[in-house]
């Protein structure tokens, strides 16, 4: 009998964990979201204003626009060619028409969201968010952008409270690491294992999993994707996991707890 209510209340106990380490992850996605959503609001405000593309006028207003919002590491205004024509800070000059933003942003004609680099002036990991100008015909003339230091993502994960030896970790579209708490800068900008990748990628915005990590801990994760409205794949993934250790030490103390023992 002890056996049997042993076994239930550990169900019980990994159940509950689970559940709430899924919460988790559903309030940091709401938050990441809130936190785009205002980004594509800026630049959407900009590329509308008439002057964003004359270069002392869009100058003045990226500088003030940037000292509204601290956390971008710039704001700025690229032609069709894909030239800087202006920005808040200054910035290395430099053709920008290869960048999965700049293409996406042109050729799509809506918000956009790039992939891991380094910041040129710091070497401070950045993801860029880029949003069409489009003239009076809806032809896409630019794009103003914003580049967001990933330490801005970070900071959301200051609201998870998970037990000692989780981590939480961000992966761009293409696998690279965005964000890993803890040992940032020990895997930041390095490829994701495959098969954390592989359990992430599929029809399902979110989910769970058991896997072994980088470090060799197994643990409980869970997860979710976010994709940009029309694209078919997603440009991050996030995820949360819990040492599958720890979950069965909570559910022995409770049981030893609860029989009291």
Request: net charge positive; glycine share 8%.
């Given at each position: 009998?002890?056996?049997?209510?042993?076994?239930?209340?550990?169900?019980?106990?990994?159940?509950?964990?689970?559940?709430?380490?899924?919460?988790?992850?559903?309030?940091?996605?709401?938050?990441?979201?809130?936190?785009?959503?205002?980004?594509?609001?800026?630049?959407?405000?900009?590329?509308?204003?008439?002057?964003?593309?004359?270069?002392?006028?869009?100058?003045?207003?990226?500088?003030?626009?940037?000292?509204?919002?601290?956390?971008?590491?710039?704001?700025?205004?690229?032609?069709?060619?894909?030239?800087?024509?202006?920005?808040?800070?200054?910035?290395?000059?430099?053709?920008?028409?290869?960048?999965?933003?700049?293409?996406?942003?042109?050729?799509?004609?809506?918000?956009?969201?790039?992939?891991?680099?380094?910041?040129?002036?710091?070497?401070?990991?950045?993801?860029?968010?880029?949003?069409?100008?489009?003239?009076?015909?809806?032809?896409?003339?630019?794009?103003?952008?914003?580049?967001?230091?990933?330490?801005?993502?970070?900071?959301?994960?200051?609201?998870?409270?998970?037990?000692?030896?989780?981590?939480?970790?961000?992966?761009?579209?293409?696998?690279?690491?965005?964000?890993?708490?803890?040992?940032?800068?020990?895997?930041?900008?390095?490829?994701?294992?495959?098969?954390?990748?592989?359990?992430?990628?599929?029809?399902?915005?979110?989910?769970?999993?058991?896997?072994?990590?980088?470090?060799?801990?197994?643990?409980?994760?869970?997860y979710r994707t976010f994709t940009l409205p029309g694209e078919d794949r997603p440009f991050l993934y996030m995820r949360a996991g819990v040492p599958t250790s720890r979950l069965n030490t909570a559910a022995r103390k409770e049981f030893i707890t609860g029989m009291g023992?």
């Open positions: 009998v002890i056996g049997a209510l042993g076994l239930k209340n550990r169900e019980h106990v990994r159940s509950q964990a689970e559940l709430e380490l899924k919460r988790t992850v559903d309030l940091l996605g709401h938050e990441n979201e809130t936190l785009i959503a205002g980004i594509r609001q800026v630049l959407s405000t900009l590329s509308h204003s008439h002057d964003i593309m004359e270069v002392p006028d869009a100058t003045r207003l990226l500088k003030k626009v940037q000292s509204e919002h601290p956390s971008y590491a710039n704001i700025y205004v690229v032609n069709s060619a894909g030239s800087i024509l202006a920005s808040a800070l200054p910035i290395f000059k430099r053709n920008l028409s290869d960048r999965k933003y700049f293409r996406g942003a042109m050729t799509k004609k809506k918000f956009s969201v790039g992939e891991f680099v380094l910041g040129a002036t710091n070497g401070r990991p950045r993801l860029h968010f880029a949003y069409p100008i489009l003239s009076s015909r809806g032809d896409a003339v630019g794009t103003v952008v914003a580049a967001i230091e990933l330490e801005m993502f970070g900071k959301l994960i200051s609201i998870a409270k998970l037990p000692e030896g989780s981590i939480i970790a961000l992966t761009d579209h293409a696998g690279k690491r965005l964000y890993r708490y803890p040992e940032t800068e020990k895997f930041i900008g390095l490829d994701d294992l495959p098969r954390m990748m592989g359990r992430m990628r599929g029809p399902a915005d979110e989910g769970t999993f058991t896997e072994k990590g980088v470090d060799g801990t197994r643990r409980f994760y869970a023992l």
